[in-house]
C-alpha cells in the first residue's frame, strides 16, 4: 500500500495526537497522553518538534515525531519520539514508509545516530526494526522527572 508521506502542517496536529493517544492505548497508558492539542499547536509552531504524516484517501493514518539532539560522545542525533501507523493498517507497508523517510531525514541533517526507544514486550516493533541495521541497548535505564 503506497501512502504519501509529506510533512505535517499545523492542520494535522489533530489528526496526530489521535494517533498518539492510539499509540498510548496500544502500549497499554491512555491515561498517560496528557498533552492537549494547544499544546500540540504551540510546540509545532515553535518548532520544538518536526512531523511526517502518512496521508492515504486524504486521511492520516501515521506519523513520526522528531526532534533534532545532540550526543556528547557521536556528534548530532535525531531522536523519533514517537511512531504510529493506525492500527488497521500496520503490516500494510506504511510504516516502512515513514521510517525509512526518517532515515532519510536523519542523513540530510548529517546526524550520526538515530535514536528511539521500544518497549521490550513489543515483539511486532523489535521485529520490524530488525529489519534494518540496528541495535538494541540493554544496558542503559531510561531517567526522567516531571517538572
Known amino acids: 500500500m503506497k501512502a504519501l508521506i509529506r510533512p505535517a502542517h499545523y492542520n494535522d496536529m489533530a489528526s496526530v495526537l489521535q494517533?498518539?493517544?492510539e499509540l498510548a492505548e496500544y502500549e497499554k497508558a491512555p491515561e498517560a497522553v496528557t498533552a492537549d492539542l494547544s499544546t500540540y499547536h504551540q510546540a509545532f509552531e515553535e518548532g520544538v518538534f518536526d512531523c511526517i504524516v502518512a496521508e492515504l484517501a486524504g486521511a492520516v493514518v501515521g506519523t513520526c515525531i522528531f526532534y533534532d539532539t545532540f550526543s556528547t560522545w557521536k556528534g548530532k542525533?535525531?531522536?523519533l519520539e514517537d511512531f504510529v501507523v493506525s492500527q488497521a493498517l500496520r503490516g500494510h507497508g506504511v510504516g516502512r514508509q515513514l521510517f525509512e523517510e526518517v532515515i532519510n531525514i536523519a542523513?540530510?541533517?548529517q546526524c550520526v545516530v538515530l535514536k528511539w526507544q521500544v518497549l521490550?514486550?513489543?515483539q511486532p516493533a523489535i521485529n520490524f526494526y530488525k529489519k534494518y541495521d540496528v541495535e538494541f541497548d540493554k544496558e542503559?535505564?531510561?531517567g526522567k522527572m516531571y517538572l
Open 19 to 21: 494517533l498518539v493517544r
Open 77 to 79: 542525533m535525531l531522536y
Open 107 to 109: 542523513r540530510d541533517r
Open 120 to 122: 521490550d514486550w513489543n
Open 140 to 142: 542503559w535505564w531510561n
